[in-house]
Structures are given as C-alpha cells and as structure tokens.
C-alpha cells in the first residue's frame, strides 16, 4: 500500500528563470506557473516554502487600478527594488487597502516555473538595537536631585 501513496504539489524542483534577452516588458513583472496556469504578478518577496505576490490579472476583476500600481511598481523599481519590498511602497503611499485585494501567497510546491524577478527579504530576523551605555558624570560636576510634587493643582 505504501508504494501507492500519493504525495502533493510537485516532484519537479522549481524551475527559475531570467527575463529572456528579448522581452520587453517591465523588468520588474513575474511570470508564475502555478499547477497550470501562468499568473503575471509582481512579487513581493520570497521564501523556501511560499512567494507572495501581487497579480495583476486579479485587477480587473477586484476594481483596481492596475496603471496605478505599474505606476508605483516603475519608481520603486528605480528607486530601491533591493532595499525593501514593494508591499512598503504600497503602505508608504496608502495604497495597500487597495492593493491587498490581489495580493497572494503560493505554495512553492505547486510553482513549477518562475520567469523573471524573484526577490527575498529576509523578515523574520529581529531588528538589532544600538543602545548607548549611560555615562557617568565627570568628577566634580555638582548634581542637584529635585522632587517633584504631583499631588499639587494648577
């Protein structure tokens, strides 16, 4: 009976892939072959186990603006594409109610194919802290202690 076990998503490893020399489109657009279809998104980042992505097929069907969001995606292009991910931007300029309606998570299991861009930001590393040790103060400068008294009104 173990020999019939059937196992989920994909056997094939995932297959990721650059722009071809003659594509033309934006650079920063993402091909998706997800089980079988092909799903044009701009990823947002990345993962060993799930990409999430912002498709913009799902535009016109949730209300979207898509010139809106290409028009945001092409100056975070510019601007720092390596930094952060375009989800920041969208949160930055206020448009994220908005663009969370087509934004998706894929099980990497189920992608075969990636053609173009995949960004990894790695967001699960607590930010370091820089905190200064407090200084004692130099030999003979005079330290006044003031009580306050809170139970005074104005």
Known sequence: ????KRTRGNTIPLIREDHPETYTGYPFVTL???????????????????IGAFVLDLCAQESVNEERII???????????ERYPISFEFSRLGVSGETGKIFRNYNIEFITRVIGPLPRFDMNTPPQIKRRRRKAPPPGMEIVKKVLDLSRKN
């Open 71 to 81: 028009e945001i995606a092409i100056n975070w292009y510019e601007e720092g594409y």
């Open 32 to 50: 998706i072959q997800y089980r079988k279809d092909n799903i044009l998104t701009i990823i947002d980042n990345s993962d060993d186990k799930e």
């Open 1 to 4: 009976m173990a020999a019939n």
